[in-house]
């Protein structure tokens, strides 16, 4: 089946725009997190959906960062007024969240580049 | 708070041979579950292996296994019979497991190793 896609694959913006990048998780999976790759950096966790509950937003870095899900599958981040420190790869991973273990399954992420 | 500390930015191995990255990490949880990801230049991160803590046995997937020391929270990747495409970015990581504790199971990454293999 279909893998996590994630769009664009590629963002380029200017210093104070606001960006949009999209997540399509697996059919089915219930969980979804977003994680964010800066240069030569592991991956830190920014936020998690499960299901139709209040989402986990401890890790969002500032107010300008906020997230949605709709319909409990399609997430999108949304990053307001753009600063060059938010250029990093976002990446997106859904699992089933069934059990005390869930493989998390990622996305190609998105390059953000903020110019 | 969980960390996981990969202290090898860079490794090297020779095409068939054997290497070993390693990692650490340090928790005050009880049960937690250990990984490596692979994520290659196509950026997709790649389950490689898991842990689970309560189990003592080395988990082992093919060429690939783990010498896991619980007391010392040491956690290093093997990887036998080296291919070039094993070459990528691999990360360590750990997490709580789900709802243990209010857990998310969010993963907490270290920074990475980057493996190249020289034919």
């Known amino acids: 089946g279909a893998g996590v896609s994630q769009s664009p694959s590629n963002k380029v913006t200017e210093k104070g725009k606001d960006v949009e990048l999209r997540c399509d998780p697996i059919s089915g999976h219930t969980a979804l997190y977003w994680y964010r790759q800066s240069l030569g950096q592991g991956l830190e966790f920014l936020i998690y959906?499960?299901?139709?509950?209040?989402?986990?937003k401890s890790g969002l870095p500032s107010d300008r960062f906020s997230a949605e899900r709709t319909g409990g599958s399609v997430s999108t981040l949304t990053i307001q007024r753009t600063q060059q420190e938010d250029s990093a790869v976002y990446l997106c991973a859904s699992s089933r969240s069934s059990g005390s273990y869930n493989e998390q399954f990622f996305g190609p992420g998105t390059r953000l580049t903020v110019l | 708070a969980q960390t996981v500390t990969q202290s090898q930015p860079e490794m090297s191995v020779q095409e068939a041979e054997t290497v070993t990255l390693s990692c650490t990490y340090d928790t005050s949880e009880s049960d937690y579950y250990l990984f490596w990801y692979k994520q290659p230049p196509s950026r997709q991160m790649i389950l490689v292996i898991r842990?689970?803590?309560?189990?003592?046995q080395n988990a082992t997937e093919n060429r690939f296994s783990v010498n896991f020391q619980k007391a010392a929270k040491s956690f290093s990747l093997k990887i036998s019979d080296s291919q070039l495409g094993d070459a990528a970015m691999y990360f360590c990581?750990?997490?709580?497991?789900?709802?243990?504790?209010?857990?998310?199971?969010?993963?907490?990454f270290g920074k990475g190793t980057k493996l190249s293999v020289k034919p």
């Open positions: 990581a750990s997490s709580p497991p789900m709802n243990y504790g209010g857990s998310q199971g969010n993963l907490i």
């Open positions: 959906f499960q299901g139709n509950s209040a989402p986990d």
């Open positions: 842990q689970e803590a309560y189990k003592q």
